[in-house]
Each structure stands twice: as C-alpha cells, then as structure tokens.
C-alpha cells in the first residue's frame, strides 16, 4: 500500500513564486494525499493566489503572522496523511520527489526523518552541494549530524519528509526562535528515530528567491547554534554523538560567520564568535576571527566555489578537489 504524504508549504509574502512552487506538487509521478499551504499573513497577495487555484487535495490555511515554525507545526496539526513532506514557497519538486520519498519509506518504514539530495539555483546557475554518500547511496543514516556537516545538504526543508507521529512526538518544530528552528528538528528526529536518505536529486533550493530567510538582516545567533551549543556541552551525552554536535557546530558557525561578515552583520559574527568559545572550539574560534580580514567580495566569490560542481546545459563540472 502506498504510504499517505501530506505536503505544507509555509507561505508568507512569496506572490512571484507560489505559482511555479505548486506546479511542481501538481505535476509528481506520485500524487500526494493533500496538499497543505499555510499562509501567514501574507501582504503581497499570497494566498488570494492559491486560492484561486482550482486543484483536487489543495487546502489553504490562512493565519496571522507568528512565523515559519508556527506555520508548519498548524499544518502538520491539520495534516491527515501519515507522513508529512514539506516544501518551501519559493523552492521546487521534480516530478520523482514524492515517489522517492515513498521508495524511501517502504524499505525504512522505522525511520522518523526522510531526504534527498537537491540543486542550488543562483544567479540562474545550479550548483551541486556536496554530499557525504555517493550519488546512488539509499539507506540509513548512521551518525546523522556527522553526515549532515558534511556539505551541510543531507536534509532541508524542501526536501525533508517526516512520520508525522514522530515529529508531533518531539514537540514539532519549536517556536520563538530565529533561523535554524527546521535544523532542530531534525536533530531530534535523527536521534530518537533514525534518518533514511536517498543521495538522488529531487528538487531545486532557490537562492534568487525574494525575501529569502537567510538573506535577511540578523543579529542573533541561529538557533541551530545553540542548541547544538547544549548538547556540546550536556554532561551525560553520548560521546560519538557529541563528536557529530562538534562537527556540525562548526560547519553551521563557519559559513553562517562567513556569510554575516560578507553582509556586514558584525553583531552576529561577533556572537557567534563568543558561543565557539564557550564550547571551547579554539580552532573554529580562530577561522572565524580570520574571517574579519578576508575582503566581503571575496567571500561572496568563494560562495560560489564551495560544491563540488556547477550544472550547465546540462554538464556538469568539477570544482572542487
């Protein structure tokens, strides 16, 4: 029997794509079960798009503005599949990505976390992030924050499938934090469940999007960061999982520093700095202090530079070592 897939999209002020977002959900080889898109206050005129979309399964939410976790735990709430894959509103499907994420779900049914691998679209070229698995790799995650520092891409939140259970079972997403809140849960879902992971390409992250989260103005630390901050430093955690925290600590705070200091945000930088050293991570402290000196254009053209390849027409070409 197929497994049941509710899809949510959290939407807020995303008018230009929305459209192009849903097709790509209209058009899977695998219908899902329903698809869920939660508007949350949008003023550009969001939702009034998809609510004149006439499509069999599409439910639009609408709520006032509280924010993406708020926004994704009300559709999971709503959701009636037993299974829950979210997508962002400016972010895209291939048609296969609903039929591999049930592939996925068949030969792990235990697994509370399921992914694939995506494409990165800037400044109108695809970039292909790294992976830590071959590109025919389909099974368990063994030590997932280890994995997912790894190139950082294992897992986002457009190519994220959940057990709906498990998921409510952690308390969803949590709320009232800033960036980094999806992170989170899935830490906590790899830990209690396990991670099934399919290294095939299903779906596109778009970075040209407007009002993208992780190009807006921050002074804060992501909450991924701190977080990952306690568990670091938790007495009791377990050793090789506290190896996995480390790396993936350093990962985040690295190119979240990099990217704060391409943008000018010296607040964050510096905090992020402070919370390296409170985890005792002098090394990290050290890349990240170095950060102040690299010229901000300069970051932005090694941005360009961190994946392994870059997709043209159709090619792809190695940059990476």
């Not at 299974?83 to 049914?109: G, S």
């Not at 409510?168 to 209690?192: C, M």
């Not at 002074?219 to 568990?231: E, G, R, T």
């Given at each position: ?219 804060s630390v992501p909450a991924s960061l ?96």
């Amino acid at each position: 029997m197929t497994p049941s897939v509710s899809v949510i999209i959290p939407l807020y002020n995303k008018a230009p794509h929305i459209q192009e977002t849903l097709e790509s959900v209209f058009s899977q080889s695998v219908r899902p079960y329903e698809i869920l898109v939660v508007d949350d206050g949008s003023t550009d005129g969001s939702g009034d798009i998809v609510a004149r979309i006439d499509h069999p399964g599409l439910i639009l939410i609408r709520q006032a503005n509280q924010g993406v976790s708020v926004a994704r735990n009300a559709g999971v709430n709503q959701a009636r599949g037993d299974y829950v894959a979210f997508l962002d509103a400016d972010d895209l499907w291939k048609p296969n990505h609903i039929e591999e994420l049930v592939r996925l779900i068949n030969d792990y049914p235990g697994a509370g976390l399921y992914s694939t691998m995506h494409l990165i679209r800037m400044q109108g070229v695809f970039y292909v992030p790294r992976s830590p698995f071959g590109s025919e790799f389909s099974g368990i995650v063994k030590d997932f924050c280890a994995a997912y520092a790894d190139g950082l891409s294992l897992v986002t939140s457009s190519t994220a499938c959940v057990r709906r259970e498990a998921l409510i079972s952690i308390g969803g997403f949590p709320i009232n934090v800033r960036h980094g809140e999806d992170v989170i849960a899935w830490i906590k879902l790899a830990h209690r469940f396990g991670v099934a992971h399919s290294s095939r390409i299903t779906a596109i992250y778009n970075r040209d999007a407007i009002n993208r989260a992780a190009s807006l103005p921050d002074k804060s630390v992501p909450a991924s960061l701190d977080f990952l901050a306690d568990l670091i430093r938790q007495e009791g955690t377990n050793e090789q999982f506290r190896l996995g925290a480390r790396l993936l600590f350093a990962q985040i705070a690295f190119y979240t520093s990099a990217s704060k200091r391409e943008s000018g945000e010296w607040e964050g930088l510096l905090s992020i700095l402070k919370l390296a050293k409170k985890c005792g991570m002098w090394g990290l402290t050290f890349k990240i202090a170095v950060l102040v000196l690299i010229p901000s254009k300069l970051l932005g053209y090694a941005r360009h530079f961190r994946h392994k390849g870059i997709l043209k027409d159709g090619r792809m070409e190695n940059n990476a070592p």
